[in-house]
């Protein structure tokens, strides 16, 4: 399985931004379509956004449509989720994750075939 670590995570006011990094390690990463899910106390992991293998597809959630871009540089083993006008709602502990799910998922799908994940990054904005 791949090992992935993220990155980037603070406290910013609403209306800023942050860029969340993940270093993948010990496996291809072009191997694995890539994303961001979030978790806040007492919900469920909430889908946050995905990237196919090849970077061309992405799909995100309605609620980060139009604020946040996922993107990923196989060759630095890395995937990016810059996050713009941000909201208190935001506020989450983010997670990189990687599927071996065939062909590009929806967003059910990606999280229903997750198959490695970190650690997590703590993002908290203020309102």
């Known amino acids: 399985q791949v090992q992935l670590v993220e990155s980037g995570g603070g406290l910013v006011q609403a209306g800023g931004s942050l860029r969340l990094s993940c270093a993948a390690s010990g496996q291809t990463l072009s191997t694995y379509v890539m994303g961001w899910f979030r978790r806040t106390p007492g919900k469920e992991r909430e889908f946050v956004a995905s990237i196919s293998r090849s970077g061309g597809s992405t799909n995100y959630a309605d609620s980060v449509k139009g604020r946040f871009t996922i993107s990923r540089n196989n060759g630095r083993a890395s995937v990016y989720l810059q996050m713009n006008t941000l909201k208190p709602e935001d506020t989450a502990v983010y997670y990189c994750?990687?599927?071996?799910?065939?062909?590009?998922?929806?967003?059910?799908?990606?999280?229903?075939?997750?198959?490695?994940w970190g650690q997590g990054t703590q993002v908290t904005v203020s309102s």
């Open positions: 994750a990687a599927s071996l799910f065939p062909g590009i998922p929806s967003a059910v799908q990606f999280m229903g075939a997750l198959g490695s």
